[in-house]
T-cell receptor, first 112, second 114 residues
Framework: DAKTTQPPSMDCAEGRAANLPCNHSTISGNEYVYWYRQIHSQGPQYIIHGLKNNETNEMASLIITEDRKSSTLILPHATLRDTAVYYCIVRVALQGAQKLVFGQGTRLTINP | NAGVTQTPKFQVLKTGQSMTLQCAQDMNHNSMYWYRQDPGMGLRLIYYSASEGTTDKGEVPNGYNVSRLNKREFSLRLESAAPSQTSVYFC?????????????FGPGTRLTVL
């Protein structure tokens, strides 16, 4: 299973872009990068995923480097409600189910 | 459409007691999962069910049993609770055959074993 490395914590000012890095240097060619977040001990929430192209949805953008060894989640205009723990996960498929391996994530604090 | 529901929300047990955590989903998903989260840590997979009628061990299965009762329901049983099982338990479901294959999580059950 590919492992991920994230900074334990980050701060960002409200209204600015929050850029959360993730290193996954051992990722294999058919593994996707997924991002989830967990707000204040609620259940995690899916944000975005990608294979090798950059992706954007209504919540965030995902930038994956050309060698796929790292990625960055971008929250373009962070709000106080974006304060959460963000998990970068490399998906391991297992017999039809999706085994997600959660690290400790990055605790993002949005400051007013 | 309630998504993933879990009962109870909170529970306190004494060492050696047994209990069952209930989970149900109304999204017609094939796969369901049980995770635990200890303070300051990420989630760890206990058991999962790829489809109705199948269950498999995850990363930390010792001390737990599961039952996939039907497509909607997946329960987690602690036969003889231990203080080390004090944790927050999350149930999740997913549909592997549709993109983006994300997992939907319930609100969690906060369990304390004294």
């Amino acid at each position: 299973d590919a492992k991920t490395t994230q900074p334990p914590s980050m701060d960002c000012a409200e209204g600015r872009a929050a850029n959360l890095p993730c290193n996954h240097s051992t990722i294999s060619g058919n593994e996707y990068v997924y991002w989830y977040r967990q707000i204040h001990s609620q259940g995690p929430q899916y944000i975005i995923h990608g294979l090798k192209n950059n992706e954007t949805n209504e919540m965030a953008s995902l930038i994956i480097t050309e060698d796929r060894k790292s990625s960055t989640l971008i929250l373009p205009h962070a709000t106080l409600r974006d304060t959460a723990v963000y998990y970068c996960i490399v998906r391991v498929a297992l017999q039809g189910a999706q085994k997600l391996v959660f690290g400790q994530g990055t605790r993002l604090t949005i400051n007013p | 459409n309630a998504g993933v529901t879990q009962t109870p929300k909170f529970q306190v047990l004494k060492t050696g007691q047994s209990m069952t955590l209930q989970c149900a989903q109304d999204m017609n998903h094939n796969s369901m999962y049980w995770y635990r989260q200890d303070p300051g840590m990420g989630l760890r997979l206990i058991y999962y069910s790829a489809s109705e009628g199948t269950t498999d061990k995850g990363e930390v299965p010792n001390g737990y049993n599961v039952s996939r009762l039907n497509k909607r329901e997946f329960s987690l049983r602690l036969e003889s609770a231990a203080p080390s099982q004090t944790s927050v338990y999350f149930c999740a479901s997913s549909e592997i055959w549709t993109s983006p294959n994300e997992q939907f999580f319930g609100p969690g059950t906060r369990l304390t074993v004294l």
